[in-house]
C-alpha cells in the first residue's frame, strides 16, 4: 500500500500538469467551433464528395466541420494523441525509474515481493491513467454542450473516452513491458515512444493511402476511431479483442521479465 | 576539442536512428503522391459545379495539392514534428546529462572553464542536426524528382526543406535554456516531447484563425510555406524573431550554466 502512495504522490505533479494541458486544448479548440459553424450548408456537401486521402491531408477525416459532434471527431484525434503519450511515458518510467533514480537497492530490500511490487505500481498508474481520463470526460462534456445546441452529444463522448482508455492501457502496457524487458532503464522510455511515434505515423499513413488499408490492425490509433465510435458501429470486436489480447500480453510479459532480471544497482 | 569529439561520438547513435527516421518519413510519404495528385485532379473536376464562393474557401488548398510542392507543403507538417522533437531531445539532455549519469564531478574538475564546455557541446549538438539536414535534404530532393513527373522549382523546394533546420536550430535552443533553468531533470523524454507536442497542437489551433501575431507563439508557425512558395523568400519578421529568440536563449543558457550549482555525487 505504501508503495502505491508512494507513486501516487511522485506522479501527482505531472499528472495535474498532464489534466491542465488537456482542458487547455478542449476549451481553445472549442473557443474556435464558433467560427466555423457559421459556414453553412454548402461546404458540407463540397467534403462529402472530397477523396478520403485530401481530406486526410487537411486533418478532417470523414467528419461534418458544421456540427459540434463531427467537431469533436477531429478534436479527438489530438486528445487520443496527448492521452496515449501520457500513457507511454508514465507506464515506461513508473517501473524503471527505480533504476534510473538508483533507488532500486533501497525498494528491492524492502520485505515485499517483486510481483507485489509491480502490481501496486500498475494500479498507480492505472489511477492516473483514470483520472485524466475523467478529466477529459468531464471537461469535455461541459464544454461542449455550451454549443451543442439540444444535440446528444454526451452518449457520444462517453463512447470516445471508453475507446481513449482502452488506448491508454494499450500503450501504458506497452511502457512497462519495455521497461520490464530491457535492461537499461533509460533505453525503455525511448523505445516506447519510437513505437508509439510509430504507430502514429502508419495510421496518418493508413489514412492517406487505401491500399494499406491492411496494415491498420498493426496501430492501436486505428482500433477506436472517433468515426467508428460515434457512428452506429460502436465498438467493433475485432479491436476490443486484439485490445484485450494484447494488454494481457504485455502486462505477462512485464511480470515475468521484471521478476527474473538482474536489476542495475 | 575532446569534449567535442566526445559528444560527438556519444551522439552518434542517436543521429543515426533519426536520419533512418525522417528520411524514412519523407521516402513514405513523397512515395504517395502519385496517387494523391491524381485524386486532387479529380476532385478539382467535381469542384467546378460548386459556387464560386466556396470554391474559394477551399479551393486555394486543393489547387495546391496537386502539385509536388503543395503536397510537400502538407506533409512537411509532421517531418517538422519529428524534427522538432530530435532537436529538443539533444537540446535538453546534452548539457544535462552529466549529472544525470553522475558524471558532472569527473567533467567539470577538468581545466576547462564552463563556457568552453557548453561551447563544445553545442557545436556537437549543432553537428548532429547539420548531419541529419544534409541526409533529409539529399534523399528528400531525389524523392521528389522521382515522384514529380511535371516541371518543379528545385530551389523552392530546397527553400521549403531548409526550414526543417531553422526550426531544429529553435528546439535546440529552447532546449537548452530548459535544461539550465529547471532544476533537476529526471526524464528527457516527458520533457522534450510535452514541449513540442504542446507548441505543435498550439500551431494546429492558430492554423484555423488568421490572427498573424498569434503566430509568433509557436516555432512551426514561423515558416509559412504558402508564403514562401509565392515569394520565393522566408518572411523577415519571424526569421528575425527566430534569430533574436536563438540569441537570447544561447546567451542565457551561457551566463546561467557557468554561474549554476551543479549537483555532484
Known sequence: ?265 | MNMFLHELKAYKKFTAIWIITLVGLVVLFLSMFPTISREAEEFKRIMQGFPESIRLALGLSVENIGSILGYYSYIFLYISLFGAIQAMIIGVSILSKEVRQKTADFLLTKPVTRSQIVTAKLLAALSSLVITNIAYLGAATVMASLVETKEYSTRLFLLLSMTLFFLQLIFLALGMIVSVLVPKIKSVLSISLGIVFAFFILGALISTTRDHALRYLTPFKYFDFAYIIQHSSYESSFIAAAIGFIAIAITASYIIYSKRDIHAV
Open chain 1, 1 to 265: 500500500m505504501n508503495v502505491f502512495i508512494r507513486e501516487m504522490k511522485a506522479n501527482r505533479k505531472a499528472l495535474i500538469l498532464w489534466s491542465i494541458g488537456v482542458f487547455l486544448m478542449i476549451a481553445s479548440s472549442m473557443g474556435k467551433y464558433a467560427g466555423l459553424s457559421a459556414s453553412g450548408q454548402s461546404v458540407t456537401d463540397l467534403m462529402a464528395q472530397m477523396p478520403q486521402s485530401l481530406k486526410a491531408i487537411m486533418g478532417m477525416g470523414t467528419f461534418d466541420l458544421s456540427t459540434v459532434s463531427g467537431y469533436y471527431g477531429v478534436l479527438f484525434i489530438y486528445l487520443a494523441m496527448i492521452a496515449a503519450i501520457h500513457a507511454t511515458l508514465l507506464g515506461a518510467s513508473i517501473i524503471s525509474k527505480e533504476e534510473r533514480d538508483k533507488t532500486s537497492e533501497f525498494l528491492f530490500v524492502k520485505p515485499i515481493s517483486r510481483s507485489k511490487i509491480i502490481t501496486l505500481k500498475l494500479i498507480a498508474a492505472l489511477v492516473n491513467l483514470l483520472i485524466l481520463n475523467l478529466v477529459t470526460l468531464v471537461s469535455s462534456i461541459l464544454l461542449v454542450q455550451n454549443y451543442s445546441q439540444g444535440e446528444g452529444i454526451i452518449g457520444d463522448i462517453t463512447r470516445l473516452m471508453l475507446g481513449m482508455f482502452i488506448l491508454q492501457l494499450i500503450f501504458l502496457f506497452i511502457g512497462t513491458a519495455l521497461a520490464g524487458v530491457s535492461k537499461q532503464p533509460k533505453t525503455a522510455q525511448s523505445y516506447a515512444t519510437g513505437i508509439l511515434l510509430f504507430t502514429l505515423m502508419l495510421s496518418f499513413a493508413i489514412d492517406l493511402n487505401e491500399r494499406i488499408t491492411v496494415l491498420k490492425y498493426l496501430t492501436p490509433f486505428k482500433y477506436f476511431e472517433a468515426k467508428n465510435l460515434m457512428d452506429t458501429r460502436g465498438f467493433e470486436p475485432v479491436y476490443l479483442i486484439l485490445s484485450g489480447l494484447i494488454i494481457a500480453v504485455l502486462i505477462k510479459v512485464t511480470y515475468i521479465f521484471y521478476e527474473k532480471r538482474d536489476l542495475n544497482v
